[in-house]
Nanobody
Framework: QVQFVESGGGLVQPGGSLRVSCAASGSIFSNYAVGWYRQAPGKQRELIAWVTNGGRTYYIDSVKGRFTISRDNAKSAVYLQMYSLKPEDTAVYYC??????????WGQGTQVTVSS
């Protein structure tokens, strides 16, 4: 069993940057591939970036080149650094195992709002 707690969201202007963090507790974090998901208003939650336990990273096209996912196994943490933010990046951001999330592991998420 793993618990994820997201933090670091906020309001940012278009073109700005933000880093969100996810702290994991419970089972052995380093065994899992983990990812960042987001859910925009009126849309389904989607996986946008993930990192394997070996450090290999994957991104969907809409965030490639703008977002960077990283993990720190010593701290049981995963991060998402976001640059060149757009209004369409507005969503609640979650972390979970990837590419298949575990329903029991969803946390509260952290709200990211991109607006002038």
């Amino acid at each position: 069993q793993v618990q994820f707690v997201e933090s670091g969201g906020g309001l940012v202007q278009p073109g700005g940057s933000l880093r969100v963090s996810c702290a994991a507790s419970g089972s052995i974090f380093s065994n899992y591939a983990v990812g960042w998901y987001r859910q925009a208003p009126g849309k389904q939650r989607e996986l946008i970036a993930w990192v394997t336990n070996g450090g290999r990273t994957y991104y969907i096209d809409s965030v490639k080149g703008r977002f960077t996912i990283s993990r720190d196994n010593a701290k049981s943490a995963v991060y998402l650094q976001m640059y060149s933010l757009k209004p369409e990046d507005t969503a609640v951001y979650y972390c979970n195992t990837a590419p298949i999330p575990q329903q029991a592991y969803w946390g509260q998420g952290t709200q990211v709002t991109v607006s002038s």
